[in-house]
């Protein structure tokens, strides 16, 4: 058992969440990262067009490297890498030299891991091979299940990493049948809209103001969850990730 010197208010690394929806600059404010450090963008669903062409995250591309997630075999090697961050590594990976190790990792979007996983779980299943695309017409309920244990299990290995992490995750709305409550949270299956904040010291809910600009939050607000462990609630329009996650 570790001793935690309360008194020490230095944080060795930031876990956070970021989510909201479609177009509230959730990728935006992940190119802001490289005013950080170097920064690895691991391209879930294609959306590194806006790091690519926003022209004023132009002065920070020296810091990104962005890759697709098709680059790695599987989510394990992905995770595998992740937690060495050694420059050696990822230079083989991706065929270009990494001189140096990465300051932060983004997952964006996350949301979308899971199709990944119901991949991997459909080649190991008879039932849901050889559907093609057609695959998602033969998800049975213990897919779901499986799928949901998957992605606690790969949030909490990640977590384990030396390295500062953001995720970002689409957002949605469930109801509570038994309740009839409607809550929100991030885009991810079932129960885990509302356990996956958990896992996170920080949570960050983008949204876009009356006028069209882009505005987050780590204050939970109406359905909406956020937090941070590491400083006070904070609301800002046109955030950027040294407001957010620098201490």
């Known amino acids: 058992m570790n001793v935690i010197d309360v008194e ?3 944080v060795e690394k930031v876990f956070a969440l970021v989510y909201g929806a479609s177009g509230t600059g959730k990728t935006h404010l992940m190119g802001t990262l490289g005013e950080l450090g170097k920064v690895l963008v691991i391209d879930i669903d294609q959306g590194v067009k806006t790091i690519q062409f926003a022209k004023d995250l132009k002065k920070y591309h020296p810091n990104i490297t962005a890759v697709s997630f098709d680059r790695f075999k599987d989510l394990d090697t ?3 890498l992740v937690e060495k961050n050694d420059p050696a590594l990822w230079s083989k990976e991706f065929g270009v030299t990494i001189a140096e190790p ?7 979007t996350w949301s979308e891991i899971q199709w990944s996983m119901l991949q991997e779980l459909r080649s190991k299943d008879t039932e849901m091979k050889g559907h093609g695309l057609n695959f998602r017409k033969n998800i049975q309920i213990q897919h779901w299940g499986m799928m949901t244990d998957l992605n606690k299990l790969a949030v909490e290995e990640l977590r384990k990493c030396k390295v500062n992490q953001v995720f970002t995750m689409q957002e949605k709305l ?4 038994l309740t009839g409550q409607i809550y929100g949270g991030p885009a991810i299956h079932g129960k885990l809209v509302q356990e ?3 896992y996170f010291d920080i949570v960050v809910h983008t949204y876009t103001d009356l006028s069209g600009k882009f505005c987050a939050t780590t204050k939970s607000k109406g359905r909406w969850p956020g937090k941070s462990r590491i400083g006070e609630g904070i609301d800002i329009q046109d955030p950027t990730a040294k407001q957010l996650f620098a201490v």
């Open 8 to 10: 020490n208010s230095n």
């Open 78 to 80: 992905a995770a595998q």
């Open 102 to 108: 990465f300051d932060w990792i983004c997952w964006d």
């Open 174 to 177: 469930e109801k509570d049948e």
């Open 196 to 198: 996956m904040p958990a």
